[in-house]
C-alpha cells in the first residue's frame, strides 16, 4: 500500500464538479445561455423531484487556517440584515426567470459560519426564501454549525423552519493541532450541542474531521475517533486536508508541507480512523464519508440513489442546484455558474436586479457523458459504458488508462465498464482522472489542486 500511496499521490480534483472549475470554457459561456439552460432544466425537473438550494452564509469572526472557503472575517454584527435581504433580492430573481413556484427537496446553509447570523435573522432569511417557494413532501434542510457559537435558540429556530439535519465542524480534539488551524474548541462543546440538537428533534447530526493536518500524529486521530465514538454522530465526514496555500492566501501560509504529515502517514491516519469506526458500526459511504445504517446518507447509498454535487455527497439527486450568496456555484446539469466572490460587488449587482454570476460552463454531450461515469464511481465506485449513449468518444484512450490501476489490482476492467474494488477506495480520485477529458488534453501550467491521497 505504501508503494501505491507514493506512486498515486499527486495532485487531483475532487470532482464535486465535471468539468472541474480549472477547465471551464469561459468563452462559450453566457449569462444568457445559463439561463436558458436552467430554465430548461427547471421546467424538466421541478414537479417531479423539486430542486435544490444552497446559500452561502460567508462571516466568520476568526480566521481558520485550514478552510479553504471563501469568507469575510468580522466582528459586526450588523452586516447580517443588508446581506440576507440581497441573498432574498437574488432568490426573487431566479423566482421571476423559473416563471413558477419552486419546490425545493434540499437546502443547505454554508460558509463561512450560518451560526454567525442570529437566530432570528436565520429564520427570517428561510421564512423569506419560502414566500416564494413550496416544500418538497420529502425535503431535507441541513445546516453547517460551529461549536462554539451555535446555540440552542440557532437550533430551535431553524427546527421549527424545518431543518433536521445539522453538522459540525470538529476537524481534530488536540490542542497542539487547533491552535495550528486556529480553530479552539473543547469535547464539551462539542457534546453540548451534539445533545441539544437530538433533545429537540433533529434526526441527523453529522461531525466533520479532518486527517492530514499540520502537526497531526496517529495518536492525535486515534483520540479524536475515540471521542467521537462517545457521542455517536449519525454521520461523519472524514476529510483529506487539502494544502493549497497558492490558492487559498495567507491562511494556510501559516505552516509550511514540513509541518504536515507524509503522504504514508496520511493515509495511515485514514485507514486507522476508518478501522476505528467500522468497529462501532460505521460504514464507508463514497469518498471520505461515514453513516450508521439509520442515516439518509446510507440508505442512498445502498438503494443507489447517492449523489456527488458542490455541496458535497447527499442522499437525493435533484437536476437543478441554485446557489445564493456570494461566491456559490449553481448547476443545471446542462451548466454551472458562479457567482461574484466580493461581497460588495455581489450586492451591487443584486441591487440593480442582476443574477450576480460572474463565470461558468455549459457542458458539451460529451461533458455530461463523462460526468455521468465520474459520479457513478465517486457514489457507487463502478460505471459502465455498454449503453452506447454512455459511450464517450475517447473510450479507448480512457480503457488505455485505466490498465495501470487494473495491473495494481484496484479495479477490474472489461470491455464495457469497471468496478473498483476496496484496495482501489483510496484511489479513487486517481481513478476518476482517468476519464477526465479535459485534465488530460490540457495539462495545468501551475499547480491548481491537493494531493489526491
Given at each position: 500500500m505504501?508503494?501505491?500511496?507514493?506512486?498515486y499521490?499527486?495532485?487531483?480534483?475532487?470532482y464535486?464538479?465535471y468539468?472541474?472549475?480549472?477547465?471551464?470554457?469561459?468563452?462559450t459561456?453566457?449569462?444568457?445561455k445559463?439561463?436558458a439552460?436552467?430554465?430548461?432544466?427547471?421546467?424538466?425537473?421541478?414537479?417531479a423531484?423539486?430542486?435544490?438550494?444552497?446559500?452561502?452564509?460567508?462571516?466568520?469572526?476568526?480566521?481558520?487556517?485550514?478552510?479553504?472557503?471563501h469568507?469575510?472575517?468580522?466582528k459586526?454584527h450588523?452586516?447580517?440584515?443588508?446581506?440576507?435581504?440581497?441573498?432574498?433580492?437574488?432568490?426573487?430573481?431566479?423566482?421571476?426567470l423559473f416563471?413558477?413556484?419552486?419546490?425545493i427537496?434540499?437546502?443547505?446553509?454554508?460558509?463561512?459560519?450560518?451560526?454567525?447570523?442570529?437566530?432570528?435573522?436565520?429564520?427570517?432569511l428561510?421564512?423569506?426564501?419560502?414566500?416564494?417557494?413550496?416544500?418538497?413532501?420529502?425535503?431535507?434542510?441541513?445546516?453547517?454549525?460551529?461549536?462554539?457559537?451555535?446555540?440552542?435558540?440557532?437550533?430551535?429556530?431553524?427546527?421549527?423552519?424545518?431543518?433536521?439535519?445539522?453538522?459540525?465542524?470538529v476537524?481534530?480534539?488536540?490542542?497542539?493541532?487547533q491552535?495550528?488551524?486556529?480553530?479552539?474548541?473543547?469535547?464539551e462543546?462539542?457534546?453540548?450541542?451534539?445533545?441539544i440538537?437530538?433533545?429537540?428533534?433533529y434526526?441527523s447530526?453529522?461531525?466533520?474531521?479532518?486527517?492530514?493536518?499540520?502537526y497531526?500524529?496517529?495518536?492525535?486521530?486515534?483520540?479524536?475517533?475515540?471521542k467521537?465514538?462517545?457521542?455517536?454522530?449519525?454521520?461523519?465526514?472524514?476529510?483529506?486536508?487539502?494544502?493549497?496555500?497558492?490558492?487559498?492566501?495567507?491562511?494556510?501560509?501559516g505552516y509550511d508541507?514540513a509541518?504536515?504529515?507524509?503522504?504514508?502517514?496520511?493515509?495511515?491516519?485514514?485507514?486507522?480512523?476508518k478501522?476505528l469506526?467500522?468497529?462501532?458500526?460505521?460504514?464507508e459511504?463514497?469518498?471520505?464519508?461515514?453513516?450508521?445504517?439509520?442515516?439518509g446518507?446510507?440508505?442512498?447509498?445502498?438503494?443507489?440513489?447517492?449523489?456527488?454535487?458542490?455541496?458535497?455527497y447527499?442522499?437525493?439527486?435533484?437536476?437543478?442546484?441554485?446557489?445564493?450568496?456570494?461566491?456559490?456555484?449553481?448547476?443545471?446539469?446542462?451548466?454551472?455558474?458562479?457567482?461574484?466572490?466580493?461581497?460588495?460587488?455581489?450586492?451591487h449587482?443584486?441591487?440593480?436586479?442582476?443574477?450576480?454570476?460572474?463565470?461558468?460552463?455549459?457542458?458539451?454531450?460529451?461533458?455530461?457523458?463523462?460526468?455521468?461515469?465520474?459520479?457513478?464511481?465517486?457514489?457507487?465506485?463502478?460505471t459502465?459504458?455498454?449503453?452506447?449513449?454512455?459511450?464517450?468518444?475517447?473510450i479507448?484512450?480512457?480503457?488505455g488508462?485505466?490498465?495501470?490501476?487494473?495491473?495494481?489490482?484496484?479495479?477490474?476492467?472489461?470491455?464495457?465498464?469497471?468496478?473498483?474494488?476496496?484496495?482501489?477506495?483510496?484511489?479513487?480520485?486517481?481513478?476518476?482522472?482517468?476519464?477526465?477529458?479535459?485534465?488530460?488534453?490540457?495539462?495545468?501550467?501551475?499547480?491548481?489542486?491537493?494531493?489526491?491521497?
Amino acid at each position: 500500500m505504501c508503494t501505491l500511496i507514493q506512486k498515486y499521490n499527486v495532485p487531483g480534483p475532487r470532482y464535486t464538479s465535471y468539468p472541474t472549475v480549472p477547465y471551464w470554457n469561459k468563452e462559450t459561456f453566457s449569462g444568457n445561455k445559463w439561463k436558458a439552460t436552467l430554465k430548461r432544466s427547471f421546467i424538466e425537473s421541478n414537479a417531479a423531484e423539486g430542486i435544490s438550494l444552497y446559500i452561502h452564509l460567508p462571516y466568520c469572526e476568526s480566521m481558520c487556517t485550514f478552510c479553504g472557503c471563501h469568507k469575510r472575517i468580522t466582528k459586526r454584527h450588523d452586516v447580517e440584515q443588508p446581506y440576507i435581504n440581497s441573498v432574498l433580492k437574488e432568490w426573487k430573481l431566479y423566482c421571476e426567470l423559473f416563471g413558477e413556484k419552486p419546490i425545493i427537496k434540499e437546502l443547505h446553509l454554508g460558509g463561512g459560519t450560518p451560526t454567525f447570523f442570529s437566530a432570528d435573522n436565520l429564520k427570517f432569511l428561510i421564512n423569506g426564501i419560502f414566500r416564494s417557494a413550496e416544500k418538497a413532501i420529502d425535503y431535507e434542510f441541513s445546516f453547517e454549525g460551529h461549536p462554539n457559537n451555535t446555540t440552542r435558540e440557532h437550533l430551535q429556530a431553524l427546527y421549527d423552519v424545518g431543518f433536521r439535519r445539522v453538522s459540525y465542524g470538529v476537524q481534530d480534539y488536540n490542542s497542539t493541532v487547533q491552535r495550528a488551524i486556529h480553530r479552539i474548541q473543547s469535547f464539551e462543546n462539542v457534546k453540548a450541542v451534539t445533545e441539544i440538537a437530538r433533545e429537540i428533534g433533529y434526526t441527523s447530526v453529522g461531525h466533520d474531521l479532518i486527517f492530514g493536518l499540520p502537526y497531526q500524529n496517529i495518536d492525535h486521530v486515534k483520540t479524536t475517533i475515540l471521542k467521537t465514538k462517545e457521542l455517536m454522530p449519525d454521520r461523519l465526514a472524514f476529510y483529506s486536508y487539502a494544502h493549497v496555500p497558492w490558492l487559498k492566501g495567507n491562511g494556510q501560509r501559516g505552516y509550511d508541507e514540513a509541518d504536515l504529515p507524509s503522504g504514508d502517514e496520511k493515509r495511515n491516519q485514514y485507514e486507522t480512523g476508518k478501522k476505528l469506526l467500522a468497529e462501532v458500526g460505521y460504514h464507508e459511504i463514497g469518498m471520505d464519508h461515514f453513516a450508521l445504517k439509520g442515516d439518509g446518507l446510507y440508505s442512498s447509498m445502498d438503494s443507489g440513489n447517492l449523489h456527488r454535487n458542490f455541496m458535497g455527497y447527499t442522499a437525493s439527486k435533484t437536476q437543478v442546484m441554485v446557489g445564493l450568496g456570494a461566491s456559490s456555484i449553481s448547476d443545471s446539469w446542462y451548466s454551472f455558474a458562479q457567482n461574484v466572490k466580493s461581497i460588495e460587488e455581489y450586492k451591487h449587482l443584486v441591487e440593480n436586479n442582476i443574477i450576480p454570476i460572474y463565470r461558468g460552463h455549459i457542458l458539451s454531450e460529451e461533458d455530461q457523458k463523462v460526468r455521468r461515469h465520474i459520479l457513478n464511481l465517486m457514489c457507487q465506485f463502478e460505471t459502465n459504458w455498454e449503453d452506447l449513449r454512455n459511450r464517450i468518444v475517447d473510450i479507448e484512450s480512457v480503457k488505455g488508462r485505466l490498465i495501470e490501476f487494473e495491473e495494481d489490482e484496484l479495479l477490474e476492467l472489461s470491455d464495457t465498464g469497471i468496478k473498483v474494488n476496496d484496495k482501489g477506495h483510496p484511489f479513487i480520485r486517481n481513478i476518476c482522472m482517468a476519464f477526465d477529458v479535459h485534465l488530460h488534453q490540457k495539462q495545468p501550467e501551475t499547480r491548481l489542486f491537493s494531493m489526491t491521497v
